[in-house]
């Protein structure tokens, strides 16, 4: 199975901050990559596709990007609307398998 | 608009079973893989199996592989999730998702409550 090394855990940030979260994959992916931000008591949502491609709807502040098995999810200014919960997925292979997720908290 | 809504969630004790299903809409579920995900209480996310369109291709996590069986059916725009011998660690939201290989989980319901306790 691929693990998925996801980091940091949690991190606390304040508005506007650019913010960078990793996963890491065990093996080669190529780009079969997402992130989902998911809100407490909410279902998850897609922000990312294929590494780096943006979901419609999502605001122009999130980013993707690959470098090899490395994996990066980046904010570029940190909104309130943000502080979130996110997670990385890797869908090349079965089983699918998530990083274990970043709390993004309020500093 | 795809709409997938989930039902059949419940409390049930160890050893006992339950059937999920999720009523699809909005797009040709026939030519759609499918999957099933599921969350912990305060946990992560867990991929739980997907099968594809035609029913001919199905995967599974180790951990529900022989207990747990995915199927659908395309006249009822349906899928569904047997889950066999439970235990307290299938406790979760169980989420029907549609899936594609380019994009991975495209669209999510809100999901059905197992709740596995004796």
């Known amino acids: 199975d691929i693990q998925m090394t ?13 913010v960078t979260i990793t996963c890491r994959a065990s093996q080669d992916i190529k780009n079969d990559l997402g992130w989902y931000q998911q809100k407490p008591g909410k279902v998850p949502k897609r922000l990312i596709y294929v590494a780096s ?20 999810l980046t904010i570029s200014s940190l909104q309130p609307e943000d502080f979130a919960t996110y997670y990385c997925l890797q869908y090349y292979v079965y089983p699918l398998t ?3 997720g970043t709390k993004v908290e309020i500093k | 608009e795809v709409q997938l809504v989930e039902s059949g969630g419940d409390l049930v004790q160890p050893g006992g ?5 999720c009523a699809a809409s909005g797009f040709t579920f026939s030519d759609s893989w499918m999957t099933w995900l599921r969350q912990a209480p305060g946990k992560g996310l867990e991929w739980v199996a997907n099968v594809k369109g035609d029913d001919s291709e199905k995967h599974y996590v180790d951990s529900v592989k022989g207990r747990f069986t995915i199927s659908r059916d395309n006249a009822k725009n349906s899928l569904y999730l047997q889950m066999n011998s439970l235990r307290a660690e299938d406790t979760g939201m169980y989420y029907c998702i549609k899936y594609s290989g380019y994009a991975g989980l495209d669209n999510w ?8 306790t004796s």
Do not use: H, I, N, Y
Not at chain 1, 6 to 18: F, T
Not at chain 2, 17 to 21: A, E, K, Q, V
Not at chain 2, 109 to 116: D, E, H, I, P, R
């Open chain 2, 17 to 21: 079973s339950l059937r999920l299903s």
């Open chain 1, 53 to 72: 491609s943006l979901e419609s709807g999502v605001p122009s502040r999130f980013s993707g990007s690959r470098s090899g098995t490395e994996f990066t």
């Open chain 2, 109 to 116: 319901g809100q999901g059905t409550l197992v709740t596995v």
């Open chain 1, 98 to 100: 998530f990083g274990g």
């Open chain 1, 6 to 18: 996801q980091s940091p855990s949690s991190l606390s940030a304040s508005v506007g901050d650019r």
